[in-house]
């Protein structure tokens, strides 16, 4: 028989992964619990052991029975787990029993230094009481060794002993610090999924405590062609924010806010949620716990698990598990969702925010939108613009030659042609500031049009298809953004239309026939991204070609706001 050889193809590199315990009971149907423990234990890269407190038989309808594993036979594992190689953190779920509770606070001091996470279970999101009355009391036992605690608004009125309704933020923010005086642990996170909070509420509370936001949420974060394709995808509930409240020692440090998320796929969210701060915990460099909570910590958990439950994939006829290998499979970019219909667009703009920024925010539009821009300011600009509509032009038939298909073919003409009419409203607009089409013609082409229009056919003659759109699209995006925005400055009346020498200008850009285009080239943008996602290459390729564009687009303004040629 021929012997097998196996010979790795890597070089083994020997890694020590930090330990992880989760000390809780069994889902048998695999979203909560141990299972979603280790998943989640697993996926932040470190080595996780369990001991199991109980078992359920248990599914995504409900927990149809429980079964207690006897005290001693609880320790009996956690003796065996810790003699061997004691944890760096140890995560506690379900805890069945007062017995176990009360042998857990006697053996867990014996641990040194490990950081505690405790998830207060007591409910199932299914309405099954996972801990007796006798347990709950006998928590008490176990706060003094807890590091974090991480109660939901109900477990925390439970522990607080909290009177009264638990409307909004302030009711929050009080029941927050009632817990924490109530059970002394060093840190403790309000979970504020049952309560739906409005942004200004949130607000609020700017410059008093620290508001994390989710990505890209930021108030000064704001993109209004984002949110105005939001807003025809999305129903209302989900502008709707859930808070998170951290309070370490007595003091509310921060608020974590994000986008209520409108999922069934939540079973085990507070299991995955508090093996994700143990982990989280058990990554971080230096060993100390730092004073005043780490929010950076609590923020890589919480984002992973508003990840997990936003990539969901539908499992059982109830409430379905998170996904959480979503670390290990994620492309270069995340599909499009119900939450996030325009992920491509989303990133090319979080890309570089600041330069995205200096485009969409220039101080030539600001003026423009005041009517504090200088005449000949705005003349010199539509003259350029003129020159650089025929390129744009000349690029889309470009984009009609290269292409193969019919689809193609037509879509690049078909805009060819709109931006051929467009040209000619340019025409007659220029007649109300006395410009004639021969001015228009015989004004010589700036160095900026030039180099953006060269940059641009640049790209569609030595690119592919995608990269042609790529290079058209911050124009279109852009001016949808600025149209949209000037309208907004208008309504909180720090834009004018009434007297403003370029109000025709404004109205255009915000204007059903133009945003609706700019609808369209996001669609299709999307579209062929989702249908063939781009490799980290790939995309960075296409982030590269955007960002030149954004670039060259923030010249164009200083070019009409300076009167470059
Ligand atoms: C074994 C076990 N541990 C914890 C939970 C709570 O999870 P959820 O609140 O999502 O039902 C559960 N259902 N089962």
């Not at 014996?110 to 505690?116: N, P, S």
């Not at 989702?530 to 954004?550: D, F, G, K, Y």
Request: net charge negative; hydrophobic share 40%.
């Amino acid at each position: 028989m021929a012997a097998i050889t196996f010979t790795p193809t890597l070089p083994l590199v020997p890694r020590k992964a930090p330990h992880v315990l989760t000390i809780a009971g069994s889902d048998s149907g695999g979203g909560a619990g141990i299972q979603a423990d280790l998943k989640t234990i697993e996926a932040f890269g470190c080595y996780g052991s369990s001991v199991l407190t109980g078992l359920t038989a248990q599914n995504t309808k409900g927990v149809q029975a429980v079964h207690a594993v006897p005290t001693d036979f609880v320790i009996k594992q956690l003796q065996s787990v810790v003699e061997d190689e004691a944890p760096v953190a140890i995560k506690l779920g379900m805890l069945t029993s007062a017995t176990t509770i009360r042998a857990l606070a006697q053996y867990l001091p014996t641990i040194e230094k490990a950081i505690v996470v405790l998830d207060p279970v007591m409910i199932s999101t299914s309405g099954h009481y996972l801990l007796p009355d006798d347990a709950v009391e006998a928590l008490d036992d176990l706060f003094p060794f807890v590091t974090v605690l991480t109660p939901n608004i109900p477990e925390a009125i439970r522990l607080a002993g909290f009177k009264g309704e638990v409307g909004g933020l302030e009711d929050m923010l009080k029941l927050a610090k009632d817990t924490q005086a109530k059970t002394a642990a060093k840190t403790v996170l309000l979970k504020g999924g049952h309560a739906v909070i409005s942004r200004d509420e949130v607000l609020r509370y700017k410059g008093q405590y620290e508001i994390v936001w989710e990505e890209g949420d930021d108030e000064d974060d704001t993109v209004e062609v984002l949110s105005e394709y939001k807003s025809l995808t999305q129903v209302g509930a989900e502008r709707d924010y859930v808070v998170d409240i951290l309070v370490t020692g007595t003091e509310v440090v921060a608020l974590f806010v994000g986008k209520k998320v409108i999922s069934s796929s939540t079973h085990g969210t507070g299991c995955t949620l508090s093996s994700a701060i143990a982990s989280s915990y058990a990554i971080r460099k230096g060993n100390d716990v730092p004073a005043g909570g780490d929010v950076k910590i609590l923020k890589r958990a919480i984002s992973y698990t508003q990840s997990a439950i936003a990539s969901a994939f539908p499992f059982g006829h109830g409430h379905g598990p998170l996904n959480h290998a979503h670390l290990s499979t994620r492309r270069a970019l995340p599909p499009p969702t119900r939450h996030n219909p325009h992920p491509f667009l989303t990133h090319l703009i979080q890309s570089n925010l600041p330069l995205w920024k200096s485009y969409v925010r220039h101080p030539f539009v600001v003026q423009l939108g005041n009517g504090s821009l200088p005449r000949e300011c705005f003349e010199h600009y539509i003259k350029q613009d003129y020159h650089y509509l025929r390129h744009y032009a000349r690029a889309h038939a470009l984009g009609a030659y290269k292409a193969s298909s019919f689809t193609d073919i037509t879509a690049f003409s078909e805009i060819a042609l709109h931006i051929a009419r467009e040209s000619e409203m340019h025409v007659s607009y220029c007649a109300q500031f006395g410009i004639s089409r021969e001015d228009l013609m015989a004004a010589p082409e700036s160095a900026p049009c030039a180099a953006y229009a060269r940059y641009v056919i640049d790209i569609g003659t030595q690119g592919d298809i995608l990269d042609l759109y790529m290079a058209v699209a911050s124009c279109l995006v852009g001016y949808g953004e600025v149209g949209l925005w000037l309208k907004k400055q208008v309504k909180e009346e720090k834009a004018v239309l009434e007297g403003n020498l370029y109000r025709r200008w404004m109205e255009d850009y915000s204007g059903p026939e133009f945003l609706t285009a700019v609808h369209k080239g996001i669609e299709n943008l999307e579209r062929r991204i989702a249908q063939n996602p781009p490799s980290e290459e790939h995309l960075a390729r296409l982030t590269s070609i955007w960002h030149e564009c954004v670039r060259l687009e923030s010249r164009f303004w200083d070019m009409g706001l300076y009167k470059l040629l």
